[in-house]
């Protein structure tokens, strides 16, 4: 363990001489302490893990708190030392860092539930205050995805799959490039353990072949561009083994047919060399036509900035070429890290932070997100948005002044409109390309001019919510349906309690003015006469139930209440049980069950008030529930042993073997399911198509009928469609 704190101290002094040494050697000792008799799965000293996390640290070259809680970042969680006691000996920054990074590692990202999506947003928060946090919680997720050999394939697959899903791209939009492939090509190596075998195998035996052709080509650039006067380091590689795979998954091609493996790069002293270097290559090598990307005077959201080009490089092989000066280079190793300076320690002051928070602030993402979320109420719907505002490639277009402004791929002019301001995006009518007037759906491309034509009395409509992108847009968009819709339903609350009154001899009028209707108000646990006929309108609360609060028993004619069509929908269904579901806490409430997922008993699900409908039920994972106005969700839940027979299908692709759809029919009849249709057709050469449709009780039934068919010899795959 000496030798493990000497090897860091020498590790940090030699980027930030001025390091606090005595803290350092501190916080190791306070969590080599806790930790002790602790192993990891690997049978190591646990504490080997947070020393492995504080080398990462000071990879990204960070401070000493950051160091000092990677050290200390399972203390509190793991072993008896509380958050305390970490801020007692090593003051409120550390205890800050080691805090955020706690909760950060109570948060798993693949699960769905609100909860889960709440404590994210309030990590995003937490990390917007201090990027720190994340560095950590990025370092701890490399060391835990470098030694994942030891965990249960369960966990490898989750793990992996999150790492993918939201490490991987954290890591990219801060710009740590080599961080970011690391964490892609070990996720990738446990989802696609095939898939990886293949390609490593792959790639190994092509590097043995490109050798020599990376060892000529680097040389022949390097003489040439020495001649002309340059001085440049050129370094060839081969692509990281997931970017080659997700090259083959989106072209559809085989590994042999995937161009540009080989990548060379040009480092060189200004940003006027950039250009004329490129002169140089495309004067001896032929560029291929749109290949060019110049992200020096476009650079990404990351602070990327390179010049790229593809060209048919000696031996007609294609090649990309990267042109980037030595600082470019540098931030395109170390991202946001880059722009750390460590300054003199000054005698006294009471730690070295340096983070330098205006180049922090560059990350203009992050601001975004953190504003966002304030519009965005529901947690799931925040959480969908960030995963689309982390994942997807940008396109960069223009103001017609010519301000570049950079959209998610597939963005449309409406987020473009949002974008510069919400007041254009709401009035928003057209938009002029390139001065051609075009469809507001239609998707923006780097390049393009955008112009956005207003009109005072348009407005955003339903349907914007198909072809706006952007988290801004979208949680805009869906602001303003809400209020519409809260203001229709006051309305229309109004209007049937109004008439309800009317029947039961009351007026509405008198009952506001006197007070009486607080009555109601309270009955129904709300806090206003507005928010009552809002709950009214949206059929969250009967209009009955409120005459009933309003009119004492004897007064009231119950036949003379005439039915509207919402009390119809919200009545109590006579008869309980008949759906099995549960609506905070009752079971008899008129549900009904969406097409587009139709769940089942056991199935996760969300309720929607509909109105008119009742509470229709989704499949929480379903795609079109997230669309739906979060302000209209209402928990439910499934009756405990509810079994409703509910209608579902199932595609069953089999070999095309005589036989085989008797015995298929034979395991549903043994399962106890009738089939009630199937569709069934020869598909490719050998494969047979079929679907079934049947009814089932619930979950547990459904999946033991999936398992038993995939016994049956011949099928290939069954699933719920
Ligand atoms: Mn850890």
């Known amino acids: 363990m000496e030798a493990l704190l000497s090897d860091l101290v020498s590790r940090v002094t030699a980027y930030h001489p001025e390091a606090d040494v005595a803290l350092l050697t501190q916080a190791f000792t306070f969590g080599e302490r806790h930790h002790t008799g602790q192993r990891r799965k690997s049978g190591e000293a646990y504490f080997t893990h947070p020393v492995s996390v504080a080398r990462v640290i000071t990879e990204l070259k960070l401070d000493t708190a950051s160091l000092c809680a990677a050290l200390l970042h399972d203390t509190v969680e793991d072993t008896k030392a509380t958050i305390d006691d970490v801020q007692r000996e090593f003051g409120d920054e550390v205890a800050f860092l080691v805090e955020g990074v706690t909760k950060l590692s109570k948060f798993n990202f693949t699960s769905k539930e609100d909860r889960q999506a709440e404590s994210f947003r309030k990590m995003l928060l937490h990390m917007a205050k201090d990027i720190r946090v994340l560095l950590v919680k990025l370092a701890d997720r490399l060391d835990n995805m470098r030694t994942l050999e030891h965990m249960k394939p369960d966990a490898q697959e989750r793990i992996a799959r999150e790492t993918l899903d939201i490490y991987a791209p954290l890591a990219n939009r801060l710009g740590i490039s080599w961080m970011k492939s690391e964490l892609e090509d070990l ?150 890290a880059a722009h750390w300076k460590y300054k ?64 998610p791929r597939s963005a449309t002019p409406i987020d473009f409109a949002y974008a510069i301001h919400s007041d254009v995006g709401e009035r928003c009518s057209g938009a002029r390309v390139n001065g051609q007037i075009v469809p507001l759906r239609s998707q923006l491309r780097s390049g393009d001019v955008v112009e956005i034509l207003t009109d005072s009395s348009k407005h955003p409509t339903k349907d914007w919510l198909d072809h706006a992108v952007t988290s801004k847009a979208r949680g805009k968009i869906r602001a303003y349906l809400r209020s519409e819709q809260r203001e229709r339903s006051l309305r229309l609350g109004r209007e049937l309690l109004e008439r309800a009154l009317h029947s039961a001899g009351l007026s509405y009028n008198k009952v506001v003015k006197t007070g009486a209707i607080t009555k109601a108000v309270e009955a129904a646990k709300l806090g206003s006469v507005e928010e009552l006929l809002i709950h009214v309108g949206y059929g969250r609360v009967a209009v009955d139930e409120v005459v009933r609060a309003l009119a004492p028993p004897e007064q009231k004619a119950p036949e003379a209440i005439k039915e509207g069509a919402v009390e119809k929908v919200i009545r109590k269904v006579t008869g309980r049980d008949t759906n099995g579901i549960m609506v905070s806490g009752e079971s008899d409430v008129l549900v009904r069950f969406s097409k587009c997922c139709s769940p089942l008993p056991g199935d996760e699900i969300v309720g929607f008030i ?112």
């Open 187 to 336: 996720s990738f190596k446990y989802l696609e353990p095939d898939a990886y075998k293949l390609l490593s195998d792959k790639t190994a035996a092509l590097m043995q072949v490109k050798d020599g052709y990376i060892r000529r080509t680097s040389a022949l650039l390097s003489s040439r561009l020495a001649e002309a006067g340059f001085n440049a380091e050129v370094k060839g590689r081969v692509k990281h083994l997931y970017s080659i795979w997700r090259k083959m998954t989106s072209s559809r091609c085989e590994f042999e047919q995937v161009y540009d493996i080989v990548g060379f790069r040009a480092v060189v002293e200004s940003v006027a060399d950039c250009y004329a270097v490129l002169g140089v290559v495309h004067g001896m090598f032929t560029p291929i036509p749109g290949r060019f990307k110049d992200y020096i005077a476009l650079p990404k959201p990351n602070m990327y900035q390179s010049l790229h080009t593809t060209v048919l490089g000696p031996e007609r092989e294609r090649v990309e070429m990267q042109i980037r000066t030595v600082d470019m280079n540098r931030v395109a190793e170390l991202g946001i």
């Open 344 to 407: 003199e320690k000054s005698r006294g002051a009471g730690h070295d932070n340096v983070i330098d928070y205006k180049d922090a602030q560059r990350f203009h993402w992050l601001r975004q997100l953190m504003d966002w979320q304030k519009e965005l109420k529901d947690p799931q719907e925040f959480l969908e948005s960030v995963k689309v505002d982390l994942f997807q490639d940008e396109v960069y277009v223009f103001t017609p002044k010519g301000d570049v402004r950079v959209f």
């Open 610 to 721: 509909t109105r008119g409908r009742g509470i229709t039920i989704h499949r929480r994972a379903c795609a079109k529930s997230l669309d739906l106005d979060p302000e209209r969700k209402v928990k439910v839940e499934w009756d405990a042993g509810a079994k409703v027979p509910r209608p579902v299908c199932l595609r069953v692709i089999t070999a095309n073997r005589p036989g085989i759809l008797a015995e298929v029919g034979q395991t549903f009849q043994k399962c106890g399911m009738n089939i009630e249709e199937a569709n069934c057709r020869a598909a490719e050469a050998d494969r047979a198509l079929n679907l079934f449709s049947f009814t089932v009780g619930d979950l547990s039934s459904l999946k033991t009928v999936i398992r038993q068919l995939q016994k049956v010899k011949g099928v290939l795959s069954v699933e719920r469609v």
